[in-house]
DNA sequence: TTTCTGCAAACTGTTAACGGTTTTCCGTTA
DNA sequence: TAACGGAAAACCGTTAACAGTTTGCAGAAA
């Protein structure tokens, strides 16, 4: 049994769903919802005060995701990852982004590359020193990569895998896979070919970067 | 005003939304509901006598293939597609099915380049004789690529662009904007690579093949 | 005529209750 | 002791009703 938190910013416009799913997503991230765990509507909506049907909303969201796993009629349990999932997770990721390199380095857009570029300074200042932040960083830069492709359908694509790659990136800086300083390599090498309009490399650099993640994690995730 | 179906397959043990989600989606694709139009959940679920519950469910499903937006507070419009939709719908699809060609190439899973094959059969058959019959199998050869990937995820980012892809394929077809022959071909070349096992050309043949789809269409679909 | 203002109708987001299926638990039997 | 069976509780899918916001329209003002 666990307390779940509605985020601060309520009663707003927001359908109440969105912040369920927040709190929800937190509560697995967070680690206090553990994998094959069930998640009973009911349970979850007087926790939160609130009535079933946002609940179920909020549940559906994150199944999107990849969070949970919803059974009909039986109900529905957090997601458990094997190695088939990181595999899966990795190389769709992998073109995802590729493919969004290879957008954003035909737009030559100025003010994405700034960001980018902003990212991995962050990236540097943090170092091994701290992964959290540089963690965060990195993450900042892949979605920065993705939504400045322009692709919307790219992006949407991409923010429902979100939290799983967050995931990978948190384990991979916390576990001390890689080093940063070769983490950011991997981001610079992205960065010069989407300056220099090479479109061919950015995709391969970055489709190259988020799948060899994968193999890193596959052991360290499922032991 | 329209008559929406409920399917013939009804009191089993599926979801009610699933079954608006089917009447929708086929009025949608039939064009008695026009882009830009609005759905009313209340409307919708006493045409289908139902309550808006289900109705709710079956909008979230079809906003998330891409038929419909939904405008929180506003209301769920049917979608109106433009160039760059066209061009983030084929090439968005071109990375999934090239990754699919790729998973599939490594398999080597006898059955389901069976499978494939009998597809390209039944378009021969067709031929230019019958578009509706010939755009059946082009579809169901793409389904079955992903599918037979193995990658449940892949499959599942498909599953959510098919309807749109169908309606790509059955314009392309019905439109005679590329010949039936010139299409079984570049089917044949994708399957060829997969018989070899080569990753690299079947996952290059079903990204091209899936990709130059989109500027054949964005002339004739935004007309 | 055109623009603004306020009211009424319509619609979405949310809640609470119902019905039927699934799960759990306990007593019985082998 | 272990396996089975059935009743009771729990829970999901669905429905109907409520509340607040948005939209559309009618009449007033310019």
Same mark, same amino acid.
């Given at each position: 049994m666990i307390t779940l938190h509605l985020h601060?910013?309520?009663? !707003?416009? !927001?359908?109440l769903g969105h912040h369920a799913a927040d709190s929800i997503r937190d509560a697995i991230l967070q680690g206090s919802l553990r994998p094959d765990e069930r998640l009973v509507e009911s349970a979850i909506a007087s926790q939160l005060n609130l009535s079933r049907g946002p609940v179920r909303d909020a549940l559906r969201q994150l199944a999107l995701e990849g969070l949970v796993v919803i059974v009909p009629r039986r109900g529905t349990f957090v997601s458990r990852l094997d190695r088939a999932d990181i595999r899966e997770i990795s190389t769709l990721r992998a073109v995802i982004e590729g493919l969004a390199a290879r957008f954003l380095a035909v737009r030559r857009d100025q003010a994405a590359v700034d960001q980018l570029e902003e990212c991995l300074n962050a990236m540097a200042e943090a170092g091994d020193a701290d992964p959290v932040r540089f963690a965060t960083f990195d993450l900042k830069f892949h979605e920065t990569l993705v939504r400045a492709s322009g692709h919307r359908r790219l992006y949407h694509s991409w923010a429902n895998l979100r939290t799983q790659i967050w995931m990978f990136i948190r384990e991979t800086r916390l576990g001390n896979l890689r080093s940063a300083e070769g983490t950011r390599e991997f981001h610079q090498t992205i960065v010069r070919a989407i300056r220099a309009g090479d479109a061919a490399e950015a995709e391969r650099a970055a489709r190259h970067h988020s799948e060899s993640t994968g193999p890193e994690l596959e052991d360290y995730l499922t032991r």
């Open positions: 601060k910013s309520d009663l !707003v416009g !927001v359908p």
